[in-house]
């Protein structure tokens, strides 16, 4: 079986072929609107970016959606989960609508409200059960999993651990509450290590479920109560509580896999015939968005792609990013895959920003996302790509 997948360039070579307007044009020929019915209330997943990095997507052409989804008769909100961490820049709502603001994303500029998904601290969401390759069940965000429909609007990428980070990467990790996305990234849960800790109490304070107190002395972590996602190493000033890198699966594998079974999570729960995903390949970055710096793109701005199928969607993007050539000063340029036909998300192990996450064996394997997404039959590999102007 065959998926097919629109795709529109980037030229513009006239003010009817904006992005914006190819956009628009993407989501009727795809038939977008099928997925919606009347008073539907439509999430349009987006990422809003990191601090001062500017390499994210568009507030324009997110607008574009919107004004689409207002015609199919939807109520559309844009919306966006909490990162790991408390503290960190988008760990709370307050900080991603913070960072939304800075990157230009507002009701005003989108036409439609911004609802972060999973609550205040991220800790708001339902438990879905799934029988995924790693993962038996997931927490989604509580506004993602209500939603009516969702349209995932991508940005195209690469990532310290998945390689590709597009589609399936919005779909999955990128809908979960800040619990649900930590037994993605980690394999245990953290420590206190009794020669640095002073007992000061601050992470006492910080911890939202009273998974640390003070016993005979001595600041003890109990584990069997740790949420894990919500950081509680980065506020400790002794650094006696264990790192979040120390704390990841040791293959990068386990990540990508893990991801895949979230985002068959998201498509059971809100249905398959109630989705439907779009690719903005531009700005294609090294590192995905939730760095907060932007290195120079690794290839030159590709497109848009729009489709029914996660996987097909997915192929297409990363498929014609290996076929461009390389930017000059590049990341691309820096790890020596330059030509077209080189694997630039295989190149990008190699990348120096990218050495705290290489596997130990080296192994470089960010294609069995797709595999791993045939197998869940969330979608195929099989695509035909159809141009428009
Ligand atoms: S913040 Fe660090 S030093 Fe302070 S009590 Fe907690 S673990 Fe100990
Ligand atoms: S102890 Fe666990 S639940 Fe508490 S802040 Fe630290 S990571 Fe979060």
Redesign the pocket.
């Known amino acids: 079986m065959t998926s097919r997948v629109y795709f529109a360039d980037m030229r513009s070579r006239s003010a009817d072929q904006t992005i914006s307007n190819k956009l628009r044009s993407l989501f009727d020929v795809s038939e977008m609107h099928k997925i919606i019915s009347e008073g539907d209330v439509v999430a349009l997943k987006v990422h809003l970016g990191t601090g001062e990095n500017h390499r994210h997507l568009r507030p324009e052409h997110v607008r574009a959606v919107v004004e689409k989804v207002q015609e199919a008769g939807g109520k559309p909100f844009v919306t966006e989960t909490t990162g790991i961490g408390l503290a960190s820049i988008r760990g709370t709502a307050v900080g991603c609508i913070k960072t939304a603001t800075l990157h230009g994303f507002t009701q005003e500029t989108l036409g439609a409200p911004i609802v972060i998904a999973d609550g205040l601290k991220g800790l708001s969401g339902v438990k879905v059960k799934i029988n995924g390759i790693r993962m038996r069940e997931v927490e989604i965000a509580q506004a993602i999993a209500e939603s009516d429909a969702m349209i995932s609007i991508a940005h195209v990428k690469g990532h310290p651990r998945t390689g590709l980070a597009a589609t399936l990467k919005n779909i999955g990790i990128g809908c979960l509450t800040k619990v649900g996305k930590a037994p993605l990234y980690m394999a245990k849960k953290p420590k206190?290590d009794q020669r640095?800790?002073?007992?000061?109490?601050?992470?006492?304070r910080?911890c939202p479920v009273g998974a640390?107190r003070?016993s005979r002395g001595r600041?003890e972590?109990i584990q069997r109560r740790c949420i894990v996602g919500c950081g509680?190493w980065d506020?400790?000033?002794?650094?006696?509580?264990t790192r979040w890198n120390d704390l990841h699966h040791p293959r990068n594998s386990e990540l990508i896999i893990r991801n895949v079974d979230a985002a068959a999570a998201v498509v059971k729960h809100i249905g398959r015939d109630k989705i439907a995903y779009l690719n903005l390949a531009y700005e294609i970055t090294p590192h995905c968005d939730c760095a907060d710096y932007g290195d120079v793109p690794m290839v030159p701005d590709i497109g848009v792609f729009a489709s029914r199928d996660p996987v097909a969607v997915d192929k297409a993007a990363s498929d014609a990013v290996i076929k461009a050539p390389g930017i000059a000063g590049s990341a691309a340029d820096e790890v020596g895959v330059m030509r077209p036909g080189d694997d630039k998300f295989t190149g990008l192990s190699e990348y120096s920003p990218f050495a705290p996450f290489r596997n130990v064996d080296q192994t470089r394997e960010w294609r069995i996302q797709f595999e791993v997404a045939e197998k869940l039959r969330l979608g195929t590999t099989e695509y035909e790509l159809v141009k428009i102007e």
């Open positions: 206190i640095l800790c002073n007992n000061c109490g601050v992470c006492i910080f640390i003070q600041t972590l509680c506020v400790c000033p002794q650094k006696a509580i």
